[in-house]
């Protein structure tokens, strides 16, 4: 990998542990503002995904649709394929807590279940940001 390649994907992983730490500390929070932690789970994700798919030569696109990321890097962590279900919730944090709607509303349920989510996907993610490219 190039050092221009190695430093993009640096700051993809600097700004996703940014996100990562924010879910942490807010959770944590005796009154945790669940939307917000939602969010960040989706941009802790999103940005992973957009440091795989730096670190294959791909120019991440402006999107916050993670579906659409797992498939851009489906050849390089097939597992995600798996996890479209979770992605896609995910997914729909990333813009509905942007806006007020009173159909959107998240609870303590909803935040662990966005963490729990987050976690899983982060692992998989992780497994192929260490494996050697397929380039």
Not at 56 to 64: D, K, L, S
Not at 78 to 107: C, F, K, M, N, Q
């Amino acid at each position: 990998m190039s050092n221009d390649l190695s430093e993009s994907v640096s700051q993809w992983m600097i700004k996703a542990e940014e996100d990562w730490e924010a879910v942490q500390i807010m959770a944590a929070h005796s009154r945790p503002p669940f939307s917000l932690v939602c969010f960040h789970c989706q941009q802790y994700i999103e940005k992973l995904l957009k440091a795989l798919l730096t670190k294959n030569g791909i120019e991440a696109p402006h999107t916050h649709n993670l579906r659409r990321l797992i498939q851009l890097v489906e050849s390089y962590a097939p597992r995600l394929t798996l996890l479209t279900d979770l992605s896609d919730a995910l997914s729909a944090h990333g813009v509905l807590s942007r806006y007020p709607d009173e159909t959107y509303i998240a609870d303590s349920l909803e935040m662990r279940r966005m963490i729990k989510a987050a976690q899983e996907l982060s692992e998989i993610i992780f497994i192929a940001l260490t494996e050697d490219s397929k380039k």
